[in-house]
C-alpha cells in the first residue's frame, strides 16, 4: 500500500508529513516518527514501509521549517509539532480513517528526531513508550559544542550546508545553537532521566556511528536512565552507521517486536 500525505496545523503553520498504514491488523499499533536533521521527504530509515508490512501504522512528519512544512525551525517549535501531530492523530475522523488505537501510540524519532521524541516524552506523561534510534543527547551536543573548537566549527559548517537555499531548512542557526546551551534542562536528556524513569523506553545505537557514539551519547544515557529508576529500558546495538543501511530489515523486525510484545 502507498504512503497517505497527511498534513496538520502547529502554531497557524502547516506541517506535512506521510503516514504508512499497517497491513492487516486492525486496530494498530501506531508510531509517531520524527526524522533526522534537516527532515525526510520520503521515509525515515525505510521504517514506514518495513513496519507497515508488519502491522504497524507509521506517521512521519517534518516539523516547521524543515522540506515542506511551512514556518521556521526551532527546538520550541519541534516540541510544539509533535504536541499537534499526537493530538492530530487522536482525532476522531483521524483514528477512524488510519485505525489508529490511541492506547497504542508511540512516539519515536531518528538522530536529531530521536533526541526532541525523548525531550517531548520527558514533558508530556502522556507518552508512555518512546524509542530513539541512534537519539542525539541536545544537552550533551551543547556541551560539545562549548567545550570542542573543531566540532563547533564542523556542525556549524554542516548546518549552513543544510539551510535555505542550499538546503532544505530554514532556521536561524546561532538562535538555535543557543537555546541548547541555555535549556539544558529542556533538551537535554540526562537531565530529564528521572522524567522519564516511568516510561518504556527502547534506545537504539550502532558501534560505527561516528555522530551519535556509543560511548558517549548513548551508555551515558541509559546509565542515567538506569540510575533514576527506570525498569522498561531496551537498549539494541547494531554494527552499522548512522544510517543503519545495512542492517533496516532486522531493525524493522527488532522495532516491531518490541512495539507488538509491550
Not at 525505510?46 to 501504522?57: D, M, R, Y
Not at 509533535?82 to 524519532?109: H, M, N, P, Y
Not at 558501534?207 to 538506569?226: G, H, K, M, N, S
Request: charged share 20%; aromatic share 8%.
Amino acid at each position: 500500500m502507498e504512503p497517505v500525505s497527511v498534513e496538520f496545523i502547529s502554531e497557524g503553520a502547516c506541517v506535512r508529513g506521510r503516514l504508512f498504514a499497517a497491513v492487516g491488523t486492525v486496530p494498530a499499533t501506531t508510531l509517531l516518527l520524527v526524522p533526522g536533521w534537516p527532515g525526510e521527504p520520503n521515509d525515515v530509515l525505510g521504517l514506514g514501509t518495513l513496519l507497515a508490512e508488519q502491522g504497524i501504522n507509521v506517521c512521519m512528519f517534518n516539523p516547521r521549517g524543515l522540506q515542506h512544512s511551512e514556518g521556521i525551525s526551532s527546538h520550541a517549535n519541534v516540541l510544539q509539532d509533535i504536541g499537534a501531530a499526537l493530538q492530530w492523530l487522536r482525532q476522531a475522523d483521524v483514528r477512524r480513517r488510519f485505525e489508529v488505537e490511541t492506547t497504542r501510540l508511540v512516539l519515536g524519532g531518528h538522530s536529531y528526531g530521536g533526541g526532541m521524541a525523548m525531550a517531548y516524552a520527558a514533558r508530556d506523561s502522556s507518552v508512555r513508550r518512546v524509542i530513539s534510534i541512534a537519539g542525539n543527547d541536545h544537552g550533551e551536543f551543547a556541551r560539545e559544542m562549548q567545550r570542542n573548537a573543531a566540532f563547533a566549527e564542523d556542525m556549524r559548517r554542516w548546518l549552513l550546508s543544510t539551510r535555505t537555499p542550499e538546503g532544505p531548512a530554514r532556521f536561524d542557526m546561532e538562535a538555535g545553537l543557543e537555546e541548547l546551551v541555555d535549556h539544558q534542562d529542556v533538551y537535554g536528556l540526562r537531565e530529564n532521566a528521572a522524567n522519564l524513569a516511568d516510561r518504556s523506553i527502547l534506545l537504539i545505537g550502532g558501534w560505527e556511528d561516528e555522530q551519535v557514539t556509543i560511548d558517549q551519547f548513548l551508555l551515558p544515557l541509559y546509565r542515567a536512565l538506569r540510575g533514576a529508576g527506570a525498569a522498561k529500558v531496551t537498549f539494541l546495538v547494531y554494527h552499522t552507521d548512522h544510517g543503519f543501511s545495512n542492517v533496516r530489515q532486522r531493525l524493522a523486525s527488532d522495532i516491531a517486536g518490541w512495539l507488538l510484545r509491550e
